[in-house]
C-alpha cells in the first residue's frame, strides 16, 4: 500500500541531496491504465533497431540489448524525483546520423557515437550542478537556434528520401501511413471532429501507434514486407556480444580526437533538449493549475542532471543513436490530460508517469509484440522521421524573429543538414556576424510574435 499524500502536499519522498526518491507501491501506486498504454506504445521505441542496424551495422538482437537497457533508464526519472515521461531527443537523430556518417561503419564509427553521447551525458551533468544550463541557451541567438532546428528537419526529411533509403525500399507503405499520421495529428479536419467523438479522442492520445498497426497490415496485403511471425515467449537481447564488441570495454575508449569533433554536434544536441525542458516545463505547470490536490516539483537542474547520467551510463554500456531525452512530449500530454481529471483518475503524476514507462519496459520483453512489429519497423522509422521533420520546419521558422533571423536559419539548416553540425554552426556564427553585429531594433524587420505555447521539438513523436 503506497503512502498516502495529504491535501496539497507533494508526493512523497526519500531526500537524496538534489534526488528525490519515489518506489513503486511505496511512495505511489500503479496507474493501471498508463500502464496498459505504455505496453502498447513500446511499438513506437523499437523503431531505434533499424537506425541501429542501418547506420551501425548491429545485428537485431545487439540492437534489441540497447532499447531494453535504454527502457531501464528511462525508469530513473521518476524515481529520481523528475515527474515526466522521458524519451529520445527525436530532433537531433538525423544530426547525429549525419554527424557518424562521416566515420567508416566498426570501430572508428562507434568511437564517434561514443564519444558524443559521454560528453553530451558531461555537458548536462555539469550544467546541472551549476545551474547554467539556462543561461547558456540564452546566449545562442534565435537565429541559429532557428537554424538547427530547420536543419534537423531537413535532415530528418533527406533521410528518407535520399536514393536507395527508407522510401525507395517501402514507397506505397510510407505515403499511405504518413498521410494516415499526418491527417490525426495535425489535420484541421480531424481536430473538429474528434472533439465531439470520444472513440476519435482516444485514437488522437495514442500519437502514432495507429500509423505503425495501419503498417503492420497494409505493408505485407502489398507486399513490401513480409507477414510477421508472431513468436511467443521473452526476448532474448544479445547483452555479451554487446559488451564484448560494441563498446569500450572491447574496443577501447575514443581517442580525444574524437570528443573534439563531437563538440559541435554535442552543443547542437543540447539547444534541441533545452526546448524540451522548457515544454516539460510548461506542461506540468498547466496540468497542476487543475490539481491543488497535489504539489509537483519540476526543477530543470535535477533533470540536467539525470538526463546527463542516462546519456553518459549508455556511452559506456550501450551506445545509442536515439540518445537519452528528458521528454517524450506527446505522452507527457496524453499523461497530463489524464491527471487534469482528478485523484480518482490519477492519484500522481509521478504514479501516471513511471507506470506508463513501466508498461513499455515489459513490453520490449515480449515477443509477440516484438515480433508482430519487427518487419515494419523499417515504415515506422520513415513515418517517424517525416512527422519529425515536419514539427522542425515548423518550430524551426516560429523561432525567427525578423527576416534577418530567416535567412540566416535558412542558409545555416542548408549548410548544417548536408555539410554536418560543425560546418553548420561555423556558417551560423559568421552569418550572425556579418549580418547583426551591431544591429540596432529600429533596423529589424519582424516577421511575428511567437504565439505562446507553440515552441514544441517533438511534441507528436518520441
Known amino acids: 500500500m503506497a503512502i498516502k499524500r495529504e491535501y496539497g502536499k507533494e508526493q512523497p519522498y526519500i531526500p537524496a541531496g538534489p534526488f528525490k526518491i519515489r518506489i513503486p507501491f511505496v511512495h505511489y501506486k500503479i496507474e493501471w491504465a498508463d500502464y496498459l498504454q505504455g505496453l502498447l506504445m513500446c511499438a513506437v521505441c523499437l523503431g531505434a533497431i533499424p537506425m541501429l542496424q542501418e547506420y551501425l551495422g548491429m545485428p537485431f538482437e545487439i540492437a534489441m540489448a540497447i532499447v531494453l537497457l535504454n527502457g531501464v533508464f528511462y525508469c530513473a526519472h521518476v524515481f529520481l524525483g523528475d ?33 558524443f553521447e559521454l560528453l553530451l551525458g558531461i555537458l548536462a551533468i555539469f550544467l546541472g550542478i551549476t545551474g547554467l544550463g539556462k543561461k547558456m541557451v540564452s546566449i545562442v541567438p534565435n537565429a541559429m537556434q532557428s537554424g538547427i532546428i530547420l536543419g534537423a528537419g531537413i535532415a530528418a526529411i533527406n533521410v528518407i528520401f535520399v536514393k536507395g533509403a527508407r522510401f525507395d525500399k517501402f514507397p506505397i507503405s510510407i505515403i499511405i501511413c504518413v498521410g494516415l499520421g499526418f491527417y490525426l495529428l495535425f489535420s484541421n479536419h480531424f481536430k473538429s471532429i474528434r472533439s465531439n467523438n470520444k472513440f476519435l479522442r482516444i485514437v488522437s492520445d495514442l500519437g502514432i501507434l495507429p500509423v505503425i498497426l495501419l503498417a503492420v497490415i497494409v505493408a505485407p496485403l502489398i507486399g513490401e514486407t513480409p507477414w510477421p511471425n508472431v513468436q511467443w515467449g521473452i526476448t532474448k537481447p544479445d547483452f555479451i556480444t554487446l559488451w ?30 533545452f526546448g524540451d525542458m522548457i515544454q516539460a516545463s510548461a506542461l506540468i505547470e498547466d496540468a497542476s493549475k487543475s490539481r491543488p490536490d497535489e504539489k509537483i516539483d519540476y526543477n530543470a537542474n ?15 554500456i550501450g551506445p545509442d543513436l536515439t540518445m537519452c531525452g528528458p521528454l517524450w512530449a506527446a505522452m507527457q500530454v496524453v499523461i497530463c490530460e489524464r491527471y487534469k481529471k482528478g485523484r480518482e483518475a490519477m492519484d500522481s ?106 515552441e514544441q521539438t517533438a511534441a507528436e513523436v518520441e
Open 83 to 115: 515527474p515526466v515521461i522521458p524519451g529520445w531527443v527525436t530532433p537531433a537523430i538525423p544530426l547525429l546520423m549525419l554527424h557518424i556518417s562521416q566515420f567508416p561503419v566498426g570501430v572508428e564509427r562507434m568511437h564517434a557515437l561514443i564519444a
Open 244 to 273: 564484448k564488441e560494441w563498446t569500450i570495454f572491447g574496443i577501447g575508449f575514443p581517442p580525444v580526437s574524437m570528443f573534439i569533433k563531437s563538440i559541435p554536434m554535442v552543443l547542437s544536441a543540447y539547444i534541441v533538449l
Open 302 to 316: 535535477r533533470t540536467h542532471l539525470i538526463f546527463g547520467l542516462r546519456n553518459s551510463i549508455m556511452s559506456i
Open 349 to 454: 503524476i509521478n504514479g501516471g508517469a513511471a507506470s506508463f514507462r513501466f508498461g513499455t519496459l515489459t513490453g520490449y520483453l515480449l515477443l509477440p509484440i516484438v515480433t508482430l512489429c519487427k518487419p515494419i519497423l523499417g515504415i515506422a522509422l520513415a513515418c517517424t522521421m517525416l512527422i519529425q521533420g515536419y514539427v522542425s520546419v515548423r518550430v524551426g521558422v516560429m523561432k525567427a524573429r525578423t527576416f534577418n533571423d530567416l535567412g540566416i536559419a535558412g542558409i545555416m539548416a542548408a549548410v548544417l543538414a548536408t555539410r554536418g553540425a560543425a560546418w553548420g554552426l561555423a556558417a551560423g556564427i559568421v552569418l550572425c556576424v556579418l549580418i547583426q553585429l551591431g544591429n540596432k531594433p529600429q533596423y529589424d524587420n519582424y516577421i511575428f510574435e511567437q504565439p505562446e505555447g507553440l
